[in-house]
Structures are given as structure tokens and as C-alpha cells.
């Protein structure tokens, strides 16, 4: 193979990967510098010289001509004047030596070898790249194919043919993906693992919903409106509090969109996902209130050492502060930073009632704070319930919930 064939199959390869000239020069001139090393021990004093354009190659050995009895007869970068003679007969001591070095001359395997060597440094070198190209994609939507599904993972393939990866963590529980549909996601990390980009994308990231808001409300995406927080419970519940410095522009109402149109198409994306938009503000009680809609707080107590805050509402208001699953109450809680205890306001009609603290002796402690988590603070309020639906709010067990109502029904049955 000579110099032509070489850098012209290489060149090829090259620019099939978009690899731009002057990296394409800088790899061709680096693998022949490694050649002559491997051969001459040292190339500082080698010229090498590379058109890719053409296809040529001129590798020029530069020595410096000395006597015949010079001690530095040995020196890499000299040649004694008798040989330098035989190249050129009028050269003189103090003279230099331009000798070309064919491609043939490092022997056919070092050249399939530098050969392999060119392929193999385009190959890493479309890896950084590919690296590099989604690090700074972090955090950004990209849309791609669908070209395998697998049980713990969704594999997808983006416009340039490279291999992308959405998690099933990372997934929207009721996403359902079938080969060639056509997925977005925002990237969420990108790694190298064992030389090899790894691409990691989610749809369960804040970060995912945050874009899609930019995409479908242009005064979120001009900075108008500012999102302060989002917090997520993928697939089911979402609080998005919002802002804006223009008193002329209502944040929610232009997240929402005229008869809810801006905000479906975003809902459509997350698997009809609940999003419920939030004008943000400093003073925190009304922040808890607008984190707890739809319910209607009447009181609330703050304990701003202990990052926890007690809301009282009335007893029908109490299911909704804590929403299906208790996801209204958890995201409002992570929505505002603090801890919220949800109390029944007790009316003249509940005087009967009696606090789940009086069953401290039968019941233990940590059992009624699980119950009042879910805003359960008396016995009546927890006999109301079913079973199951102690079962979903708490993380009891049916055993311990078993053994709580017999207690509290023989409270109310020795009366």
C-alpha cells in the first residue's frame, strides 16, 4: 500500500465522520511520526510534510553532515560525510542532509499497522465527540426513534444513528413504547463507560417538564415568566410554581393558555400527568395555601426551627389537602421546603370524638404519627376510612391497621 492509497482511504473515513481537515492532518501526521520513532528511535529531527487533498506524503530525515572521525558520528540527527556523499558527492562537513523517506521503507506490516492505527484514532476521536456533543445537550429535549425495547431499558436511536438510552427508572410509569415511535426526553447525563459515551435520557426529571413549559409558553421561554420550583411524581402529580415581575402578565393564566390549551398539550406528553400551576410568593402561608389547592386551609401554624408546618381544615376539605395517594400533600410539602401535619378542625358536632393521643397507652407512637401524616388525628376520623384506603395513604401494615380498629371501635362500643 503507498502514501496515496493510505491517506486517501483514511481521508474518506475521515470525512464520512465529519472530521474536519486540519484534525484530519494532525492524526495522518501523528501516526507517521509514531512510525519513524518506532524505526529511527526519535523524529525531532524529521520533516513531515501532508496534502490529504492530493493524497501526498513527503517524510524528509534532516542531518547534519560531520567528519568521519567526529564523536558525533552517533548522534541520531548526524551522518558522517562519507555517507553523506554517497546521497550527494559535493556535500561538505557543517552541511545539512534533506534524505526522503518512502512509505515502503517501514516495511509492509508497520504500514497496515499505521493503517489500523488511522481508523482506530477516527474512531475515539467520534467518541469525544460524541461525548462532547450531548455533555453540553444536558438538560435539553431531544426527540428520537424507538428501535428496541428491552425490560429495564428503551433503546433510541437519534437522527446521526447514535445509540441513546432511557431508563425504566427514568421512564413515565404508563409509558408504553413500541419499535419506530418517536420519543422526546431531555438528556439527563452522559458518561464514558469503558471508552464508550454513554447517553442517558429521562422523562421523570423536573427538568423535562421545565422545557416542555418553555416550548409551549413563549413568555416562560422569553424569560417573562420565571419557574421558581417544579416538583414531580411522574405520571400522576405535578406543582409548577410560577412567577412573573410584570404585574401586566398573569403567570398562571399564560401557563394554563386559553381553555386549558397550552397546558394540554404538555399533560398529552406526560401521560396525562396532573399539573397543577402555582403563583409563587414569599409569605409562606399563602404559599401553603395555594401548595395545598383545592382544599381550603383555615389555620395555619408555623415551627420554623423543626421546618414543619401544622394546617388545620375542616373535615371535608381534609381528603383533598391530601390528595389521591397522598400526592397533593407530598408535593406541597416538597413544593414549599417544609414538612406539612394536615389537623381536622374539630366542630361542636365532634365533641365525642377523642384524640388518637388518648390510645398512646394501646397504640404506639410512631402507629399514630403515620396516622397523622395523613391529617387522621382522632379515632372517629380514621374509623371513616376503609381498610384499603389506609392501606394506600399509610405505610402500615394490614395487621397494624386491623389491630388500631379494634382498639378504637371498643372505645366507642364501651360507651
Known sequence: MDAKVLIDSFAEFARSKNV???????????????????????????????????????????????????????????????????????????????????????????????????????????????????????????SAEVYQVLGREVLLIDGEGNELILPKGEQIPKDRFRKGDNARAIVHKVEMVNGNPKIILSRTSPIFLERLFENEVPEVFDGLITIKKIVREPGERAKVAVESYDDRIDPVGACVGMKGSRIHAIVRELQNENIDVINYTDNLELYVQRALSPAKVTSINVDKDKLRISVFLKPDQVSMAIGKGGFNIRLASRLVGYEIDVFR???????????????????????????????????????????????RRTELEEETIEEVFRILRQEFEQE
Open 20 to 142: 474536519d481537515r486540519p484534525t484530519m492532518i494532525r492524526i495522518l501526521e501523528d501516526v507517521f511520526r509514531a512510525m519513524i520513532r518506532k524505526k529511527y528511535e526519535n523524529d525531532e529531527n524529521f520533516d513531515v510534510t501532508i496534502n490529504a487533498d492530493k493524497g501526498d506524503l513527503e517524510i524528509l530525515r534532516i542531518r547534519e553532515i560531520v567528519d568521519d572521525n567526529s564523536e558525533d558520528i552517533w548522534d541520531l540527527d548526524k551522518i558522517s560525510l562519507t555517507e553523506a556523499r554517497q546521497i550527494e558527492p559535493d556535500f561538505e562537513v557543517g552541511e545539512e542532509v534533506y534524505e526522503k523517506i518512502e512509505l515502503e521503507d517501514f516495511g509492509r506490516r508497520a504500514v497496515q499497522m499505521a493503517r489500523q492505527t488511522l481508523i482506530q484514532k477516527i474512531k475515539d476521536l467520534e467518541k469525544d465527540l460524541l461525548f462532547n456533543q450531548y455533555e453540553e445537550l444536558v438538560g435539553e429535549i431531544v
Open 345 to 391: 378542625e374539630l366542630g361542636e358536632l365532634e365533641d365525642e370524638d377523642v384524640d388518637l393521643e388518648e390510645f398512646a397507652d394501646e397504640i404506639e407512637h410512631w402507629i399514630i404519627d403515620e396516622f397523622k401524616k395523613t391529617g387522621l388525628d382522632t379515632a372517629k376520623s380514621v374509623l371513616t376510612l376503609t381498610k384499603d384506603d389506609l392501606l
